[in-house]
C-alpha cells in the first residue's frame, strides 16, 4: 500500500483513475461471473436431485434413502461454499497491482506503445537517475501515456462471452426453479421436506394410494396393525394371516403384492404373492404355518413400506405341568398323602367329592392373564402389578379381573369384579405359574348361584365338569386353543356286600342258627355293619348287631378274618312261630359326610319256619335224592371195571400177536382192532372216572351241608352226627382223596404204557384192583345210606301222621263251627 500510495503521488491522475476504473471492473466481473456459476451448480444439482427423487419414487414407490437425500444436501452445500471461495473469494482477495493492469492495456491498446506499463513502473520505481534531460524524458513519456489513455475503451478489453454463458445458465435455471415453483409448489415443498428437513415421509402426500397392514389374530379374529418402528409377535406354528386396507379416501390399488423373508435356524427364504382382494377395500394372504420369523413388504398402487414389517414368531404360551394340592374329606383317610402333590397326566384327574385343592399350572413362558371357562363360569384374572414396561402394563390392564356365574336353569349371568386382593396371588412374580384354589362339589351350582365375594376365593366345580384355560402372555399372544382338563369327582358309592349262607337252607326252625359268611368292602372304609331282619309282611326292618362291628376297614370279613368264619343270626330270640316268614340281609353304611352316609345292603334271604319233624323230612328228601346220584356213580365204576376186566383179556391178546415174528395178514389186522380198542377203553375209563370224582365230592359237599344245617337247626343227635360222620363222611372223602386219585394214576399208567407199545396187562390188572377196593368202600357207604334211609322213612311217617292229624284237626273245627250256624 505504501509503494501504491507513492505511485499515487507519481502517476497523472488520468493514468491512475483509468487504472482503478479497470480495477474495479475486474472485481465486477469476477463477482457477477461467481454468482451465476455458483447458481448455475446449485441449480443443477436441485434439479438432479429432484428428478432423481423423482424417478426413484417411480420405479421404487419409495422415498429416496436418507442417506442418499444426506449426501445431496452436503454436495450441494459444498459446492455452494466451494463454489463462493473459487470464484468469488478467491479472486477477489487476489490483489491486482497497477503493473498487470498496464500490462493488459498495452495487450489490448498497441497505441499505448509501452508508454503505459513504462509510466507505471517508473512511478512505482522512483526517478532513475536526477539529470534534467532523463527527467524531462521522463515526463513527457507519462504526459503522453495520460493523454492516450483518456480515449481507451475499458470494455473491450472484457470477453463477456463466459459471463453471458453464465449468466444465461444462472438465468435459465433459476426461472425454471420458479416455474415450478409457480406451477407446482407443493413437489418444491416436497423437495424442501426431502433434502432439508430430512423427513423420511415426504411422498406421503403425494401418494394416490395408502395402505394399511395389519395381522388377524386369534382367538378371536382381533386386528392387530403392524408398524416399521416396532415387531409383531406371532405364535409359532400358527397361519399368519395378513390383511390389507385401503382408507376411504385413497385409491383402491388394482393388485396388492406381499413381499416376505423368512429367517430361521435353518436359514432364510424370500417371495412374493399376490394377495386376495376379499371386499372392495380389503386384501388378504395367509402365510400358513408360520415357524420362523418374517419380514413382509407391501406393494399396492404407489404405496409400499420404506421399512419391513417385522413378525417375531415366538412359541405360544402353554401349560407344561399340572400338579394339585389336595386337602381331601377327612372320611377317605387320604390326607395321609396331603403334603404330596397330585401330578396330572393327561387331560383328566379323578378327585373324591368334596376335595378342596389348589391347582399349581407352570408355563413356557411370563403370562399377563388367564381365563378359565366352564359351563357354570367364567374367570379372568391378571398378573399383579410391578414395574414393567409401560406396553406390558397396558396390555396387563387391558385383562378384566372379574367372575361371571351363569345360571343352569335360566339365562341370567352374574359378574362379580374381582379385586386386586383376591386375585394378585393366583400368578407369580415372574408370571411363569399360577394357582387357582377348587372344590369339586356336587351342590357346585347352587354354591355358585349364592357366591359371596367376601369368603374366601374358591370355585366350587361340579363332578366331571370340563375347564378350559385360555393363556395371555407377555408377547400379548392368547392361546389359540385352550387347555382342557377334566375334573373328575370320585362319588363314593355304597358299600358292597356280598354274602352267602353256609350250613342254612331256605327251612328252618325256631331255634335256628344262620350262619352268613362274606365281605363288605367300600371305597374308604365300612362305617357300621348290622343284619337286618322283618318277620312276615312287615314293612320296616328290625336290625341286630352283629358280634364283631367294623371300623373303618376297606374290606370288612363277616365272622372275622379266618376265611372259614361266619356270622351267625340267631333265630330263637325272635320267638317265631312254624309257618311264619324270616326275611334276613347285612346291611352296612360308609362314613361319607359330604354326599352320605350312604347304606346298602346284601344279598335278602327268605326263610320258613318249620317244625323240627318237617325239616328233618326236607333232609331225608335231599338224602334220597343223593343216594340216587351215589347209587348211579357205582354202576357207571362198575361198568369202567368190567370195561378194564374186558380189555385186560384184550391186551394178552395183543403181547400174543406182537410175539408172532411174521403174523398173517388176518392176524395183523386183528392186532390193529386190538391196539385201538385198548386206546379207546383208556381214553373212555378216564374221562368216565374224573366225571365221577367230581360227582362224589358235590355229594360229600351236600352231606356236610345236610350235617350243617341238622347241627344249626339243632335237630342233630351225637347219634345222627356220628352215622353222617363215620359212616358216610369219613369214607366218601377217603374215596375222593385216595382212591380217585389213585385209579386216575393206574388208568393214565396203562394209557402211557400201551402208547409206548409195552405189554399194558399188568396196569389193566392194577387199576382194577383199585376200582375193587373203591367199590368196596362205596358199597360200605350204600349201607349206611340205606340204613339211614329206615330211620328217615320212620321220620317222615311220623310227619304224615302230624299233618294228618292237624288235617283232620282243622276239618273237626270247621264242621264243628258249621254245625253251630246251621243250628
Not at 312254624?578 to 340281609?585: I, P
Request: with cysteine; aromatic share 6%.
Amino acid at each position: 500500500m505504501v509503494a501504491q500510495t507513492s505511485s499515487h503521488d507519481r502517476l497523472p491522475d488520468d493514468v491512475q483513475s483509468i487504472l482503478d476504473d479497470l480495477r474495479a471492473r475486474i472485481r465486477k466481473y469476477v463477482i457477477v461471473e461467481g454468482v451465476s456459476l455458483v447458481v448455475v451448480v446449485i441449480c443443477g444439482l436441485f434439479w438432479l436431485s429432484y428428478l432423481t427423487d423423482w424417478a426413484y419414487f417411480k420405479l421404487s414407490r419409495l422415498e429416496l434413502p436418507g442417506w442418499l437425500r444426506t449426501a445431496f444436501l452436503i454436495v450441494m452445500l459444498c459446492s455452494l461454499v466451494g463454489g463462493a471461495v473459487t470464484w468469488i473469494a478467491a479472486r477477489l482477495m487476489r490483489r491486482i497491482r497497477s503493473r498487470a493492469l498496464a500490462l493488459v492495456l498495452e495487450k489490448r491498446f498497441p497505441e499505448l506503445d509501452d508508454r503505459l506499463i513504462t509510466a507505471v513502473e517508473l512511478a512505482e520505481n522512483g526517478q532513475g537517475d536526477d539529470t534534467p534531460f532523463t527527467s524531462a524524458m521522463q515526463r513527457r513519456t507519462i504526459t503522453d501515456a495520460a493523454q492516450t489513455a483518456r480515449g481507451l475503451d475499458l470494455e473491450s478489453v472484457f470477453d463477456r462471452r463466459p459471463l453471458k454463458r453464465a449468466l444465461t445458465g444462472a438465468l435459465m435455471l433459476l426461472v425454471s426453479i420458479a416455474g415450478l415453483g409457480i406451477a407446482d409448489a407443493a413437489s418444491v415443498g416436497r423437495w424442501y421436506s426431502a433434502f432439508v428437513l430430512g423427513r423420511d415421509n415426504y411422498w406421503d402426500p403425494f401418494r394416490q394410494s395408502a395402505l394399511e397392514v395389519g395381522i388377524v389374530a386369534q382367538p378371536g379374529d382381533r386386528f392387530q396393525q403392524l408398524t416399521t418402528d416396532s415387531e409383531y409377535k406371532h405364535p409359532r406354528g400358527a397361519d399368519l394371516v395378513v390383511r390389507v386396507s385401503v382408507p376411504d379416501d385413497k385409491v383402491v390399488p388394482e393388485q396388492v403384492t406381499l413381499h416376505y423373508r423368512t429367517v430361521g435356524e435353518t436359514g432364510s427364504s424370500e417371495g412374493r404373492v399376490t394377495m386376495t382382494q376379499v371386499d372392495d377395500q380389503t386384501f388378504r394372504h395367509v402365510l400358513s404355518r408360520a415357524m420362523d420369523d418374517h419380514q413382509l413388504w407391501v406393494v399396492g398402487g404407489d404405496f409400499t413400506n420404506r421399512l419391513p414389517y417385522r413378525v417375531d414368531v415366538v412359541d405360544p404360551p402353554r401349560i407344561d405341568a399340572i400338579a394339585l394340592d389336595c386337602d381331601y374329606p377327612a372320611y377317605t383317610g387320604m390326607n395321609a398323602f396331603a403334603d404330596q402333590q397330585v401330578p396330572v397326566q393327561g387331560t383328566q384327574v379323578s378327585l373324591p367329592i368334596g376335595t378342596r385343592f389348589v391347582m399349581h399350572a407352570e408355563a413356557n413362558k411370563p403370562l399377563l392373564g388367564v381365563r378359565v371357562r366352564s359351563p357354570l363360569f367364567d374367570l379372568s384374572f391378571a398378573k399383579g402389578s410391578d414395574s414393567d414396561a409401560d406396553s406390558t402394563s397396558d396390555q396387563r390392564s387391558a385383562i378384566e379381573d372379574r367372575l361371571v356365574i351363569k345360571s343352569t336353569e335360566t339365562d341370567e349371568v352374574m359378574t362379580y369384579s374381582l379385586s386386586s386382593e383376591e386375585v394378585q396371588h393366583l400368578i407369580s412374580e415372574d408370571g411363569l405359574s399360577f394357582e387357582l384354589p377348587l372344590v369339586v362339589s356336587p351342590n357346585a351350582a347352587e354354591q355358585l348361584a349364592g357366591w359371596d365375594s367376601t369368603d374366601a376365593f374358591a370355585l366350587p366345580v361340579p363332578p366331571d365338569i370340563p375347564l378350559q384355560f385360555e393363556l395371555h402372555d407377555a408377547d400379548d399372544i392368547r392361546s389359540e386353543e385352550p387347555v382342557r382338563l377334566t375334573i373328575n369327582g370320585i362319588a363314593d358309592l355304597p358299600p358292597v356286600i356280598e354274602t352267602r349262607l353256609k350250613g342254612i337252607g331256605r327251612s328252618i326252625t325256631r331255634l335256628a342258627r344262620i350262619p352268613v359268611e362274606g365281605t363288605i368292602a367300600d371305597d374308604y372304609g365300612v362305617s357300621t355293619s348290622q343284619f337286618g331282619f322283618r318277620v312276615d309282611e312287615a314293612e320296616q326292618y328290625e336290625f341286630a348287631e352283629l358280634s364283631e362291628a367294623p371300623s373303618g376297614e376297606k374290606s370288612f370279613p363277616l365272622g372275622g378274618s379266618d376265611p372259614e368264619a361266619t356270622e351267625p343270626f340267631n333265630v330263637r330270640p325272635l320267638e317265631l312261630s312254624l309257618g311264619q316268614k324270616l326275611t334276613l340281609s347285612v346291611f352296612a353304611t360308609d362314613a361319607d359326610d359330604v354326599t352320605g352316609p350312604h347304606e346298602s345292603h346284601g344279598e335278602v334271604y327268605t326263610f320258613r319256619v318249620v317244625s323240627n319233624e318237617e325239616l328233618l323230612a326236607i333232609l331225608y328228601d335231599k338224602e334220597l335224592n343223593l343216594r340216587l346220584r351215589f347209587e348211579q356213580i357205582i354202576s357207571e365204576v362198575t361198568e369202567a371195571r368190567d370195561d378194564l376186566s374186558a380189555h385186560r383179556e384184550i391186551s394178552r391178546e395183543v403181547e400174543r400177536l406182537r410175539a408172532i415174528e411174521q403174523p398173517t395178514a388176518e392176524q395183523r389186522e386183528q392186532l390193529t382192532q386190538s391196539n385201538t380198542s385198548l386206546a379207546v377203553c383208556a381214553d373212555r375209563r378216564l374221562q368216565s372216572l374224573r366225571k365221577n370224582q367230581t360227582e362224589s365230592q358235590a355229594i360229600e359237599e351236600s352231606f356236610r351241608d345236610i350235617r350243617a344245617e341238622m347241627v344249626n337247626n339243632r335237630v342233630d343227635t351225637s347219634t345222627a352226627l356220628e352215622r353222617i360222620d363215620d359212616g358216610i363222611l369219613t369214607p366218601l372223602h377217603q374215596i375222593n382223596e385216595i382212591d380217585y386219585p389213585e385209579a386216575d394214576q393206574n388208568i393214565a399208567l396203562f394209557r402211557l404204557a400201551h402208547e409206548q407199545g409195552q405189554s399194558s396187562s399188568r396196569e389193566i390188572q392194577s387199576a382194577i384192583d383199585s376200582l375193587n377196593t373203591m367199590l368196596n368202600r362205596m358199597e360200605g357207604i350204600l349201607i349206611e345210606m340205606r340204613r339211614r334211609e329206615t330211620y328217615n322213612e320212620i321220620v317222615k311217617l311220623y310227619q304224615s301222621l302230624l299233618e294228618k292229624e292237624q288235617e283232620l284237626h282243622n276239618r273237626t273245627k270247621k264242621a264243628h263251627i258249621d254245625s253251630l250256624f246251621g243250628e
